[in-house]
């Protein structure tokens, strides 16, 4: 079955940008989708379709997908940007169509 | 309101089972797939079952194939897993999620927990 992976930790000062990556083979050929997930609570959508956003997320995260990478970006990061984060694609070929990569703590210095 | 409703979850014993249950409002639940996908404490988000808007198409993840089994009433807008043979390391937050185009919008979960 298809495997993402993503970097365990990423750390990064309030202010600059974060980049989280999430490698599959030839996943510039799937959409990729960015779930932020904080203490306690459910994920939740900040990035679909490698680069769009759902209504509310700020424009300060951005997503790109090409080759066998595709990267979260966060700009201008702040304290409550502070989550883990994971990446997820479909593969219809699969009889384990939905795949998670293993999740990205973003640690804000 | 689009929300996912997930409940059923408390503590279990080991060999023991459970049925959790998600109730969808917002959506047109018949049109879409729905998926469960658990998170044990600490851990990463695991993928564990889906069911196709007309439940024609059935997976599971390897860790519950044969143990749990998916299901659901359209005419009730509910998605449901029936958890059998429960093991220790099946203690997590399960949240039940729909698929729109091939992204999930989540419910908040429910929690599971298997012990003696």
């Known amino acids: 079955s298809y495997v993402l992976t993503q970097p365990p930790s990423v750390s990064v000062a309030p202010g600059q940008t974060a980049r989280i990556t999430c490698g599959g083979n030839n996943i510039g050929s799937k959409s990729v989708h960015w779930y932020q997930q904080k203490p306690g609570q459910a994920p939740g959508v900040v990035v679909y379709?490698?680069?769009d956003r759902p209504s509310g997320i700020p424009e300060r995260f951005s997503g790109s997908n090409s080759g066998n990478t595709a990267t979260l970006s966060i700009s201008r990061v702040e304290a409550g940007d502070e989550a883990d984060y994971y990446c997820q694609v479909w593969d219809g070929s699969s009889d384990h169509p939905v795949v998670f990569g293993g999740g990205t703590k973003l640690t804000v210095l | 309101e689009e929300q996912l409703v997930e409940s059923g979850g408390g503590l279990v014993q080991p060999g023991g089972s459970l049925r959790l249950s998600c109730a969808v409002s917002?959506?047109?639940?018949?049109?879409?797939?729905m998926n469960w996908v658990r998170q044990a404490p600490g851990k990463g988000l695991e993928w564990l079952s889906y069911?196709?808007?007309?439940?024609?198409?059935?997976y599971y993840a390897d860790s519950v194939k044969g143990r749990f089994t998916i299901s659901r009433d359209n005419a009730e807008s509910s998605l449901y897993l029936q958890m059998n043979s429960l093991r220790d390391e099946d203690t997590a937050v399960y949240y039940c999620a729909i698929l729109i185009g091939s992204r999930l919008h989540w419910g908040h979960g429910t929690l599971v927990t298997v012990s003696s």
């Open positions: 379709d490698d680069s």
């Open positions: 069911i196709s808007s007309s439940r024609s198409v059935i």
């Open positions: 917002g959506f047109a639940f018949s049109t879409f797939s």
